[in-house]
Structure formats: C-alpha cells, structure tokens
C-alpha cells in the first residue's frame, strides 16, 4: 500500500503542532468529499468525509474545511503526532458518477 | 484489517503474460471498484461492479478486464503485460451503489512486470 516513490509534496512538521494539508479539485458538480490516509504497505484509509451542503465537519482530532467558491478543501490534523506520518489523499464523487476522483496527495512527515 | 482482502500481495511476471488479480469485498458490500496506483498518476479508477453487474468505467484500458462473481468476490485480468503496468492495484468495496461512508480499500496487490 506505499505510494510507489510518488514525487509527492511534502509537509514537514513538530511533534504536537497542528497540520494543514490542502487540496484543489475542479469539478463544480462535485458533491461529496473525502479524505483518506495511507500508511507505508497499506491501503488508503478513510479519515473523514464532508457533503456539498455543509462547510466543515470535525472529528476526532481532525476538520475538514471545504470552500465551494475556489473549489478548495483543507484537513487540519490537531496535534499531530508520529502516528500521523502517512501520505494523505482527498477525493470527490460528482453527482452523477460513483466513481471517486482522487488528488495527488500529500506526504505528511511528523518529527518526534 | 480493513474486511477488503487482496490476492496476492505481490506478483512479478514477464512483459506479454496475463495475471489474475483477486478481491473479496467486506462482507454485506455489494460494490467493488479497482483502482490502480502508479508512480507518475495516483489513485486512478479502473472500473467498479454492483452486485455483479458492471456499474461505472474508468480509465481502464482494453487489455484489462474484470468481472463480479456471484459470491461478489471480483477479479481484474491484466493480459499483454507491459513494463508500464507495474504499479499497486486496490480494490475498495462499499454497500450501495456509490461511494459514500464505508467505502474501504483492501491492502493492495503490487505488481511488478519485468
């Protein structure tokens, strides 16, 4: 489940400190929204999801921000912690399709 | 364990062969869908089934075929293997018919043609 070597962007951060990882996508008609992490010999993995209708959703330690007018969508990750290094896709369904389109992600590296 | 299981998790064949990929959705899951994960494009869909009939088509190309079995567990065919090929295949299952909550991805067959 690695990502292959994928030449990803990187965001590098402290132990305890908070992380944004962002993400554009182009479909207007994209209704649906997810974020998914995937760990080194994993798949990816659901973290947590958000609705056109809605424009933020919290869980556990994690908020998903998503501003329709620039088609931008934003995970912020609360003190991040080791456990958190993966490598981070979002992903959009449009409201025809059932298919997921997913963006390039981004590695998240946490230093101890 | 996410309840999606892949077959096998790794395979390394010759350029012109064909392999069988194989996954067996969460059980009560009536969609799979296959993705294909390489080094210069991402997560791209490949194709999806809904309790054995094919739903949706993605990028797949006319080399690879799939198909849902009655049990539900499906199968990716990849013929006339190229070097290109190589890259992780993930099958994810969900209960309806699109996307939503609930739509886990298996651990992933890498593939890797020489």
């Known amino acids: 489940g690695e990502s292959v070597g994928l030449h990803l962007p990187t965001l590098s951060v402290q132990e305890g400190d908070n992380s944004i990882i962002n993400c554009a996508y182009s479909?207007?008609?994209?209704?649906?929204f997810i974020w998914y992490k995937q760990e080194s010999g994993k798949g990816p993995q659901f973290i947590i999801d958000?609705?056109?209708?809605?424009d933020k959703r919290q869980g556990q330690r994690v908020t998903v921000l998503l501003n329709k007018t620039v088609k931008h969508l934003s995970l912020q990750i609360a003190a991040t912690q080791p456990g958190d290094s993966a490598v981070y896709f979002c992903?959009?369904?449009?409201?025809?399709?059932?298919?997921?389109?997913f963006g390039g992600g981004t590695r998240l590296m946490v230093k101890p | 364990d996410s309840g999606v299981t892949q077959t096998p998790k790794h395979l390394i064949t010759a350029t012109g062969q064909r392999v069988t990929l194989r996954c067996s959705p969460r059980?009560?899951?009536?969609?799979v869908y296959w993705y294909q994960q390489s080094l210069d494009q991402g997560l791209q869909f490949l194709i999806q089934?809904?309790?054995?009939?094919?739903?949706a088509k993605g990028n797949i190309l006319e080399r690879f075929s799939a198909q849902q079995f009655p049990d539900l567990h499906s199968e990716l065919n990849l013929s006339s293997l190229e070097l290109g090929d190589s890259a992780l295949y993930f099958c994810?299952?969900?209960?309806?018919?699109?996307?939503?909550?609930?739509?886990?991805f298996g651990s992933g067959t890498r593939l890797t043609v020489v």
């Open positions: 994810a299952s969900s209960v309806v018919g699109s996307p939503g909550y609930g739509y886990t």
């Open positions: 089934y809904y309790n054995g009939e094919e739903r």
């Open positions: 059980s009560g899951d009536l969609s």
């Open positions: 992903a959009e369904k449009d409201n025809a399709g059932n298919m997921l389109t």
């Open positions: 958000i609705r056109s209708n809605m």
């Open positions: 479909n207007s008609a994209s209704d649906y």
